[in-house]
């Protein structure tokens, strides 16, 4: 019998709906998500396997122009998204009518591979509307063919899973059948912890915040948990705690919750804020956290 792989990665602005569909390809809340821009800052790979196949979906940071270095190692992950797909998502919203980086959208109206346009959040339009957006991008994006859906309604996501199966090759897998991620415990605990500071914080705490697992002990029925809240300044730190440290305890609540329903398992976790000036700017630092590859 005949084995497909491939690797599908999508693309598009901030907030169109990236990681949902993601998730909602993948069955598991791999990527976070919360409506503020930048919610996903790495390339996250979710693994979903058949008898007969193995996807590889990657989850890629909303296209910006980098206004500093973590910025500029995000878009590098995106452009990596175009070296190694076997089908590129572009996905766009209802409303929207163009790609935020002329180099990039040039690189999909030039893509040699499968390129699907997927019109997310359709149940916000109505028809003349998604008639207008179709024309709009096939004129756009020629050489797409395209998907009117909803990620959040799970309306026309499975239509959009068979095409990119009919387009992947046939291949060996490339990972263990059992694998979900490429991914580490300690990046989902991270990812999580950030999620809750995105959700609970205004202005530019949470885009000066990253986080730092140093413990990760299981035993059979308990994983302890001792995470650090980095952020760039002394002010933001004291905003991170909170009165009598409420703020942060509400944080370590709802990142429980959440980490439980992951692993499966009972969580103790303990969080710690600490003063890491720049970290956003600093070379060394954004290659210790994972962004610069170089």
Partial sequence: MSHKAGFVNIIGNPNVGKSTLMNAFVGERLSI???????????????????????????????????????ESMMNFVKSAFEDADVLVYMVEIGEKELK????????????????????????????QLEEQVNLWKEKVPNAEIFPISALENFNVTAVFD??????????????????????????????IREKILLNYDKEIPYAVEIETEEFKEDDDIIRIRAIIMVERDTQKGIIIGHKGAAIKKVGIQAREDLEKFFGKQIHIEMFVKVNKDWRSNAFQLRRFGYNQK
């Fill in 33 to 71: 998500i919360t409506s503020k821009a930048q919610t996903t800052r790495h390339r996250i790979l979710g693994i979903v396997n058949g008898d007969d196949f193995q996807i590889m979906f990657s989850d890629t940071p909303g296209i910006i122009k980098p206004a500093y270095e973590m910025q």
């Fill in 163 to 192: 095409r990119i199966l009919e387009l992947l090759p046939e291949s060996p897998p490339y990972y263990p059948k059992d694998a979900l991620t490429d991914k580490p415990e300690r990046f989902f605990v991270n990812e999580t």
């Fill in 101 to 128: 980086d002329e180099d990039f959208f040039n690189k999909i109206i030039h893509s040699k591979i499968p390129v699907l346009l997927l019109l997310n959040k359709i149940d916000k339009s109505n028809q003349e």
